[in-house]
């Protein structure tokens, strides 16, 4: 019996081993922290050996084939033995997607990925088609296609997810766009970043679709270098030769070779330009799919985001809080910012992932007039701003952050939580801060 391996406790690792047990294989789940209780308590019952803690190297260098966690990078020692003894190390994704049929419309971008997952997601659902959310975003794949029998599967994909993908095929592929993201994970060479995310379009073919944003110069660069044999539609804000989806007399257009679809872009539910974006490319995958005109329009129209992205939390004193805690990378931030039509607190700082705050520079410089740095060490963020902004203060605490930016906000500013960083210095996970972020300006 083939042996298969999984590194990694979390949702996508139990929910590789759900599927690896149902489909026949001896199956062995290793992870070096401890298991969340809920996952545990699966194992146990399902009776899946594991082993927390720590890795049995013996007992893994043993697999036929190992599922590794997105989260676990290639370098770590136990990787590269089990490569060496020419060991196939594989992602959740590529694994599950052996055992469906279905379609699958995969996202993938530096930023934007999860509300038009979302929203994508919403609108197939609302349309009546049997279909699954996954990936990056809500319950693993890998269990779905242990569990259940979708016709049509939502990905949200990670460039970590993409890594170790080989056969795995997308029907749709949705690239949003990509900038500076993750660059301690590839070597701070952004080329490797970069052909990660292109992964999105392997092993796609003439009958499949790549939706990708006109103006991006990055994506639109490689795909002149690829030439990737595959229907192509680019979504822009203005019209141009060859553009899919774009705005015309505030009218939201998309045309593909079966119609062409109008909205009002007053009527969309998403404001924001890069939302606007994360609309298009929903709508471009839904008319490829057939779903109707009015369908689209009316989930456009009431579809209610994501939470921790731009989430309006209170108006205090006339003060606006938003919670921005999925800004991980400065170009979210940046997007953020432009979306803000008052004056701003800005609340940054977490684990920097090799961040150039430039991007963000001039941003800051016309629409913030006090920054808060939250952060164990906040060292990088001092040595570019201090200056440039006249208030900056440091906090310890989601506490502290709160209640220094709502003394130095003023009637009709906004309090923003866009971070920039990763949340692990001081935080469980960005949901965790931005719960937080939550509680603490409701006891104001």
Same mark, same amino acid.
């Given at each position: 019996?083939?042996?298969?391996?999984?590194?990694?406790?979390?949702?996508?690792?139990?929910?590789?081993?759900?599927?690896?047990?149902?489909?026949?294989?001896?199956?062995?789940?290793?992870?070096?922290?401890?298991?969340?209780?809920?996952?545990?308590?699966?194992?146990?019952?399902?009776?899946?050996? $594991?082993?927390?803690?720590?890795?049995?190297? %013996?007992?893994?260098?043993?697999?036929? %084939?190992?599922?590794?966690?997105?989260?676990?990078?290639?370098?770590?020692?136990?990787?590269?033995?089990?490569?060496?003894?020419?060991?196939?190390?594989?992602? %959740?994704?590529?694994?599950?997607?052996?055992?469906?049929?279905?379609?699958?419309?995969?996202?993938? /971008?530096?930023?934007?990925?999860?509300?038009?997952?979302?929203?994508?997601?919403?609108?197939?659902?609302?349309?009546?088609?049997?279909?699954?959310?996954?990936?990056?975003?809500?319950?693993?794949?890998?269990?779905?296609?242990?569990?259940?029998? $979708?016709?049509?599967?939502?990905?949200?994909?990670?460039?970590?997810?993409?890594? !170790?993908?080989?056969?795995?095929?997308?029907?749709?592929?949705?690239?949003?766009?990509?900038?500076?993201?993750?660059?301690?994970?590839?070597?701070?060479?952004?080329?490797?970043?970069?052909?990660?995310?292109?992964?999105?379009?392997?092993?796609?073919?003439?009958?499949?679709?790549?939706?990708?944003?006109?103006?991006?110069?990055?994506?639109?660069?490689?795909?002149?270098?690829? @030439?990737?044999?595959?229907?192509?539609?680019?979504? +822009?804000?203005?019209?141009?030769?060859?553009? +899919?989806?774009?705005?015309?007399?505030?009218?939201?257009?998309? !045309?593909?070779?079966?119609?062409?679809?109008?909205?009002?872009?007053?009527?969309?539910?998403?404001?924001?330009?890069?939302?606007?974006?994360?609309?298009?490319?929903?709508?471009?995958?839904?008319?490829?799919?057939?779903?109707?005109?009015?369908?689209?329009?009316?989930?456009?129209?009431?579809?209610?985001?994501?939470?921790?992205?731009?989430?309006?939390?209170?108006?205090?004193?006339?003060? @606006?809080?938003?919670?921005?805690?999925?800004?991980?990378?400065?170009?979210?931030?940046?997007?953020?910012?432009?979306?803000?039509?008052?004056?701003?607190?800005?609340?940054?700082?977490?684990?920097?992932?090799?961040?150039?705050?430039? %991007?963000?520079?001039?941003?800051?410089?016309?629409?913030?007039?006090?920054?808060?740095?939250?952060?164990?060490?906040?060292?990088?963020?001092?040595?570019?701003?201090?200056?440039?902004?006249?208030?900056?203060?440091?906090? /310890?605490?989601?506490?502290?952050?709160?209640?220094?930016?709502?003394?130095?906000?003023?009637?009709?500013?906004?309090?923003?939580?866009?971070?920039?960083?990763?949340?692990?210095?001081?935080?469980?996970?960005?949901?965790?801060?931005?719960? @937080?972020?939550?509680?603490?300006?409701?006891?104001?």
């Amino acid at each position: 019996m083939k042996k298969i391996v999984i590194l990694g406790g979390g949702e996508s690792g139990v929910g590789s081993a759900i599927l690896a047990q149902a489909k026949g294989f001896e199956v062995f789940l290793s992870d070096n922290g401890a298991l969340q209780d809920k996952y545990k308590a699966e194992l146990v019952d399902k009776n899946i050996p $594991f082993e927390e803690k720590g890795h049995t190297k %013996e007992n893994i260098l043993s697999a036929d %084939e190992i599922i590794k966690s997105p989260g676990i990078p290639d370098e770590v020692p136990l990787i590269q033995e089990a490569k060496q003894k020419g060991i196939s190390i594989i992602s %959740e994704i590529e694994f599950a997607g052996r055992y469906t049929n279905a379609k699958k419309i995969c996202i993938t /971008g530096s930023n934007g990925k999860t509300t038009t997952t979302s929203l994508l997601y919403y609108i197939l659902k609302s349309a009546g088609l049997n279909v699954g959310l996954g990936g990056n975003i809500g319950k693993s794949f890998a269990r779905q296609v242990a569990e259940n029998s $979708f016709d049509y599967y939502v990905l949200e994909l990670s460039s970590f997810q993409l890594d !170790n993908m080989y056969d795995f095929k997308a029907d749709i592929a949705i690239l949003l766009n990509i900038t500076p993201d993750h660059l301690d994970r590839y070597d701070h060479d952004f080329q490797k970043y970069v052909d990660a995310k292109m992964r999105i379009t392997q092993n796609q073919t003439a009958e499949d679709a790549f939706i990708y944003w006109a103006e991006d110069p990055v994506v639109s660069k490689e795909v002149s270098k690829k @030439q990737p044999n595959v229907r192509l539609f680019t979504f +822009s804000e203005h019209k141009a030769d060859g553009v +899919s989806a774009y705005v015309d007399n505030d009218q939201i257009v998309i !045309n593909t070779s079966k119609s062409v679809f109008t909205m009002e872009q007053d009527l969309l539910a998403l404001t924001g330009t890069h939302n606007l974006y994360n609309s298009f490319a929903s709508a471009i995958a839904a008319k490829l799919l057939d779903i109707k005109d009015e369908k689209i329009r009316q989930s456009l129209s009431d579809f209610k985001g994501v939470v921790h992205r731009l989430e309006k939390v209170a108006s205090v004193k006339g003060i @606006q809080f938003i919670n921005d805690s999925k800004a991980t990378n400065v170009n979210s931030c940046w997007y953020a910012l432009k979306s803000m039509k008052t004056k701003v607190v800005l609340i940054l700082g977490g684990k920097d992932k090799g961040n150039d705050y430039r %991007e963000i520079e001039e941003l800051v410089k016309t629409k913030v007039h006090a920054l808060v740095f939250l952060g164990v060490d906040n060292s990088k963020l001092h040595k570019f701003f201090d200056g440039k902004i006249e208030t900056i203060v440091d906090a /310890g605490s989601m506490e502290e952050a709160v209640n220094k930016a709502y003394a130095l906000a003023t009637e009709g500013d906004s309090v923003l939580l866009s971070p920039c960083c990763a949340s692990f210095d001081l935080f469980k996970n960005y949901e965790d801060r931005g719960d @937080q972020f939550k509680y603490w300006v409701r006891k104001l």
